[in-house]
């Protein structure tokens, strides 16, 4: 079964910063991808940032040159560090793996909130 748990957010100052760490219950380096997505409330889920088997990454313009994706397949653990947070970086953060399946594309963790104060 694949589990995907996410690290607590938080509440922080806007210009602050935050790292979050998801840490799978299988090997990472098996997925297409894995991501991170966030949703607000009455809003679609959205990519934030995302990165391939090979290490192609691909952000949300909201976020791009202040977040930064990162993976350590040995401890099947994905980061995703914010820099420069503004409160419309609010919201729910997911973790999130691609498969090469399909019956199964994607698997999610619970979500964890991140809140930015102004």
């Known amino acids: 079964q694949v589990q995907l748990v996410e690290s607590e957010g938080g509440l922080v100052q806007a210009g602050g910063s935050l790292r979050l760490s998801c840490e799978a219950s299988v090997m990472i380096a098996s997925f297409k991808s894995v991501g991170w997505y966030r949703q607000t409330p009455g809003k679609q889920r959205e990519l934030v940032a995302s990165?391939?088997?090979?290490?192609?990454?691909e952000y949300a313009d909201s976020v791009k040159g202040r977040f930064t994706i990162s993976r350590n397949n040995a401890e099947n653990t994905l980061f995703l560090q914010m820099n420069s947070l503004k409160p419309e970086d609010t919201a729910v953060y997911y973790c999130n793996l691609e498969t090469f399946s399909a019956a199964i594309s994607y698997y999610w963790g619970r979500g964890t909130q991140v809140t930015v104060s102004s």
């Open positions: 990165i391939t088997l090979s290490g192609r990454t």
